[in-house]
Structures are given as C-alpha cells and as structure tokens.
C-alpha cells in the first residue's frame, strides 16, 4: 500500500528547471531579450534617427515601427516556456478572454485609465508639461506625421500586440511563478506592477505607470487569467492609440 501510495504521489519537481518553477526562467528570457534587442537596436538605429527628418515617407513608418520589436520579444520567453515546460497558453495563463474576462477586464481598464489620469495630474505639477507629456508614443506620432497606414499600424501594436505580450510576461509567467511559491496575492499584485512600470523606461510616470499596472493586475486578481488583465491592458491602452491620429 505504501509503495501505491509512492507511485500515485505528485513528482515534487513537476514544473521545475534546475530547480526552479520555468515561468521565473521564462519571464527573465523575455526580459533579457527585451534589453538585449533594445541595445542592438540603439546601436544599429543611431545614425538612422539622426537623420530621420531627411529620409522619405516611406523609409521612416518601418525605422520608427522597430522601436516596437524589443516589446513584441516580452511574450516570447513565456510562450516558448508554456509550449515547452507547461500544458499550452490557454492553459496556463487563460490567454483566450472569455465573457467574464471581457466584463471585468473592460471594468479594470476603464479604473486604469482613471487612476493614471488622477496620478498623472498630480505628476504634472511635480515635473511639469514637458516631462509628463513627452513620451515613448509622441516622439511616434510625431516621427510618423500624417503617414496613416503606419499610423494604424502603430495603434494596432499599442492596442493589440504589447497588452498580449506585456500581460503573457508580468499577469502570465511572473504570475504563476510567484502563485507557484505561495506568495501572497496581493504581494502578486504589487510586484508585477512594480516591474511593469519600471520596464516602460519613463521615471517621470512610473507613479501612474504603476497605478495603472495595479489596477490592470486586479483583473489577472478577480478572475485568475490572463486574457482579463489583456482586456484591461488593451482598454487603458485605447485611448492614447487613438490620441496617434490627432497629434500634429
């Protein structure tokens, strides 16, 4: 009976590499690879930005829409760790936003929105206009001009590709690798926002940033998948996509 009771009994190092849960080594691939690329691509693009203003139309949408690439890699290390190590995406993470997910994560992006614009209000009298104002999306807006087809494709990054990659590594494996050693949810949900704000690069709102990273991190929280906290990524992240179509 003892010898059943062995062979019955869970593997104690089921969803461990090296003797670590693979979403923590997944979630450092995708960041590692989001700064490695991030540098190659500072190397490769300097003189290509310098002159920028004297290049065509046509050359500039690609050189500004590569800034994009170093994002898109953060879902990678997950997803690869999923299809290797875990039982698949839907599964592991939820990736597939069903009614209750888009309920509540409409919800949560809605409050996201809400928090950044009160935190980003208070930001503004601390550093002022030009600090807060300046950002990743208004160098692009301005780089892109009135080029529309790169202006949608710009959007439908914002919109679409960064809350699935930047929720598949934060809500996903850094999710489910803290959950794994039974840290406290809400500790959970403070940490992977901390990250979250720190990897937009942006000192002068990461307060918002973080706000914001909580707020979306609630619907990851209430519902315990992924796919919600990518609804709620892809709300708050809607209306500065659609503020690329009407900045000069």
């Not at 597939?96 to 509540?104: E, F, G, M, S, Y």
């Not at 949608?152 to 699935?164: E, Q, Y």
């Given at each position: ?13 089921d969803?461990?590499?090296f003797?670590?849960?693979w ?9 590692g690879?989001y ?6 691509l500072?190397a ?5 930005v310098?002159?920028?203003?004297a290049r065509?139309?046509?050359e ?14 953060l879902?990678?290390g997950p997803?690869i ?10 599964a592991?993470?939820?990736l ?9 994560g ?12 009160l935190?980003n209000l208070?930001l503004?009298a601390?550093?002022?206009p030009?600090?807060?104002n ?8 301005s780089?892109l001009?009135?080029e529309l087809v790169?202006l ?13 990659t930047?929720e598949?590594l ?12 039974r840290v406290?949810?809400?500790a959970?949900?403070l ?6 704000a720190q ?17 979306i991190?609630?619907?990851r ?6 796919g919600?906290s990518m ?15 009407t900045?000069?």
């Open positions: 009976m003892g010898r059943e009771h062995e062979d019955n009994a869970p593997e104690v190092r969803g461990l590499v003797g670590v849960h979403g923590f080594l997944a979630f450092f691939a995708g960041l690879g700064y490695l690329v991030s540098l190659v500072a490769v693009l300097t003189g290509s310098d002159d920028l203003p065509a139309s046509t500039i949408g690609p050189i500004i829409l590569l800034a994009f690439l170093p994002n898109l890699l879902g990678l997803a760790g999923s299809w290797l190590r875990g039982r698949g995406l839907r592991d993470y939820g597939i936003p069903n009614a209750r997910d888009l309920k509540v409409l919800a949560c992006g809605g409050f996201a929105l809400l928090v950044g614009y935190l208070v503004l601390v550093y002022g030009e600090s807060v300046s950002g990743p999306l208004v160098e692009l807006a780089g001009g009135d790169w949608i494709l710009a959007a439908l990054v914002v919109v679409l590709a960064a809350p699935v930047e598949l934060f809500r996903g494996a850094m999710w489910n690798s803290l959950a794994f050693y406290p949810q809400w959970i949900l940490l992977t926002a901390l990250v979250f990897v937009h690069g942006e000192p002068s709102r990461m307060i918002a940033l973080f706000g914001q990273g909580v707020a991190g609630v619907a929280l209430v519902t315990g998948r992924t919600a609804v709620a990524h892809a709300a708050n992240n809607l209306p500065p996509a659609l503020l690329l179509f900045m000069p």
